[in-house]
């Protein structure tokens, strides 16, 4: 549902960008709280994206129950949700221009071909020529680092060269990469501050380099920890983890701020989610938030 944006709110824009292959769970809460928070704690504006363009992948169902889920939880963005399956010309425009000025490649290298080769992507087929039928996409790197300053886990750095070799921006089936989307998608509504899990913090340094060759400007960072299961897996789609129920909301709110580090008095047990978030803007402190990368869920009763 829309929510209005103040005057101010273009200093400030965030978004929550969920993948539509299952439904929410505690885990998508704690990522979605913290962004709809830093956003509107500053008076700024909280988008919310789909990011639907691994259609495999996708649950039926998904997309309407993550929006009625979100509503019920009482978090309410600003204009209409963005699909990423909508912006599949602007992906092939980017990857034309990346191929026309030789810093894209096609590549025919199958998963069987690359099972002894565990590290970085070796280049085979940097300068083989090959035609871009039935073939991957992939970005050459350079052989340099990069590095950034993370609200949270603070500087990281990483050598795309020697640590992540040349990347896939659009797969062999024609899919398009989330590297490739969300840097352009980012770009392309003005976000500035990005808040997500620190399972991406290593995608990081590739969405950088693609902003400088891309001519983007560079977000903010802020990742999350993950809250990670007894077995040790994070909380997500493929482990079972139970979904957010509407009735659950204001316990579930309270829990996530607690695990972001934050204080609701005791006074909101009772309080209905919107309640509960308009006390949390008022009172967000992002340097309250764990600077570490995971956060056991056992400890966060």
Same mark, same amino acid.
């Given at each position: 549902?829309?929510?209005?944006?103040?005057?101010?709110?273009?200093?400030?824009?965030?978004?929550?960008?969920?993948?539509?292959?299952?439904?929410?769970?505690? *885990?998508?809460?704690?990522?979605? +709280? !913290?962004?709809? /928070? =830093?956003?509107?704690?500053? #008076?700024?504006?909280?988008?919310? @994206?789909?990011?639907?363009?691994?259609?495999?992948?996708?649950?039926?169902?998904?997309?309407?129950?993550?929006?009625?889920?979100?509503?019920?939880?009482?978090?309410?963005?600003?204009?209409?949700?963005?699909?990423?399956?909508?912006?599949?010309?602007?992906?092939?425009?980017?990857?034309?221009?990346?191929?026309?000025?030789?810093?894209?490649?096609?590549?025919?290298?199958?998963?069987?071909?690359?099972?002894?080769?565990?590290?970085?992507?070796?280049?085979?087929?940097?300068?083989?020529?090959?035609?871009?039928?039935?073939?991957?996409?992939?970005?050459?790197?350079?052989?340099?680092?990069?590095?950034?300053?993370?609200?949270?886990?603070?500087?990281?750095?990483?050598?795309?060269?020697?640590?992540?070799?040349?990347?896939?921006?659009?797969?062999?089936? *024609?899919?398009?990469?989330?590297? +490739? !989307?969300?840097? /352009? =998608?980012?770009?392309?509504? #003005?976000?500035?501050?990005?808040? @997500?899990?620190?399972?991406?913090?290593?995608?990081?340094?590739?969405?950088?380099?693609?902003?400088?060759?891309?001519?983007?400007?560079?977000?903010?960072?802020?990742?999350?920890?993950?809250?990670?299961?007894?077995?040790?897996?994070?909380?997500?789609?493929?482990?079972?983890?139970?979904?957010?129920?509407?009735?659950?909301?204001?316990?579930?709110?309270?829990?996530?701020?607690?695990?972001?580090?934050?204080?609701?008095?005791?006074?909101?047990?009772?309080?209905?989610?919107?309640?509960?978030?308009?006390?949390?803007?008022?009172?967000?402190?992002?340097?309250?938030?764990?600077?570490?990368?995971?956060?056991?869920?056992?400890?966060?009763?």
């Amino acid at each position: 549902m829309p929510f209005p944006a103040p005057p101010q709110a273009h200093r400030y824009v965030g978004r929550f960008a969920p993948t539509p292959s299952g439904y929410l769970h505690f *885990g998508s809460l704690v990522a979605a +709280l !913290a962004s709809y /928070l =830093d956003a509107r704690a500053v #008076g700024g504006r909280w988008l919310l @994206r789909m990011e639907d363009i691994d259609p495999p992948r996708e649950m039926p169902g998904a997309q309407r129950a993550i929006v009625e889920t979100l509503s019920s939880y009482g978090f309410e963005w600003d204009g209409e949700m963005l699909r990423q399956s909508e912006r599949q010309v602007a992906y092939g425009a980017a990857i034309e221009r990346l191929l026309d000025e030789g810093l894209a490649y096609a590549c025919t290298c199958s998963r069987k071909q690359l099972e002894g080769y565990p590290g970085p992507y070796p280049g085979f087929c940097r300068n083989a020529g090959h035609g871009l039928d039935d073939a991957a996409i992939r970005l050459q790197v350079p052989d340099r680092a990069y590095g950034f300053t993370d609200r949270v886990q603070g500087e990281f750095r990483q050598h795309l060269g020697r640590e992540v070799g040349d990347f896939v921006i659009r797969r062999r089936d *024609g899919l398009i990469a989330y590297q +490739l !989307a969300v840097v /352009l =998608d980012d770009a392309w509504q #003005g976000v500035n501050d990005v808040v @997500r899990g620190a399972d991406l913090l290593d995608s990081t340094p590739r969405q950088l380099y693609l902003q400088e060759v891309l001519g983007l400007p560079q977000p903010r960072y802020l990742h999350l920890p993950l809250i990670i299961q007894p077995d040790g897996h994070k909380l997500g789609k493929s482990y079972r983890s139970p979904p957010l129920q509407p009735h659950k909301a204001s316990p579930l709110l309270l829990r996530a701020l607690r695990a972001l580090g934050q204080q609701p008095p005791t006074e909101l047990n009772d309080a209905l989610p919107a309640d509960i978030l308009a006390w949390a803007v008022l009172h967000w402190d992002a340097q309250r938030i764990p600077r570490t990368r995971t956060l056991a869920e056992s400890q966060l009763r």
